[in-house]
């Protein structure tokens, strides 16, 4: 019984643990450290792949992959980026490979009921606005889409966007600028609105 009590610190630990100290004891078969790094990380891999995706099953699969690819994968982990970023990239990798099998239409894809309510027909403008936008985003090559949701979605500064993506900072801003270019092309009269 002591032992059990002994341990209980260590779980409160593991929450304040770096991600990459937490990953060398997944690689040990640490489960507690495994269950940190899901808490930890999931939401916002989970938003990532929505933006990237289009698409909240696809994401939640993808996430999942991404996640059993953190167990599966720790013993050979090596701490040679950041762990989030890592992550991050295994997300990316995973949404552009679901990108490139047949596509599936969503359910959400067929829009809201309009309420006729106040306000309603402004909120109704800037959600076809917004999926305007996605739609355009959706249409990108995916190495543009992806810098594009990296960067504005995600909030992540070039140099995380190369390293995510595994290129110079350099092509990340040619593929920034590329991408810009070609939603303004995609959104013109959209944008013209406001």
Known sequence: MGMSHGDSPKIDDSDDAPDE?????????????????????????????????????DAEDVVQEAMVRVWTHAPRWQPLAAFRTWLTRVVVNLCLDRKRKAPWVALEAAGEIVDPAAGATE????????????????????????????????????????????????????????????????????????
């Open 21 to 57: 100290a937490l990953m060398a004891r997944v690689a040990r078969g640490d489960e507690r450290a495994y269950r940190v790094l899901t808490r930890r990380h999931v939401p916002a891999m989970l938003g990532l792949a929505r933006r990237v995706l289009n698409n909240a099953a």
């Open 123 to 194: 909120q109704a403008e800037t959600d076809e606005r917004e999926r305007l936008v996605a739609a355009a985003i959706e249409e990108l090559p995916a190495r543009q889409r992806s810098a594009i949701v990296l960067t504005y979605r995600e909030g992540m500064s070039n140099a995380q966007v190369a390293e995510t993506l595994d290129t110079t900072v350099s092509a990340v801003e040619t593929l920034l600028v590329r991408g810009k270019q070609n939603l303004r092309r995609a959104l013109g009269d959209v944008i013209d609105e406001d």
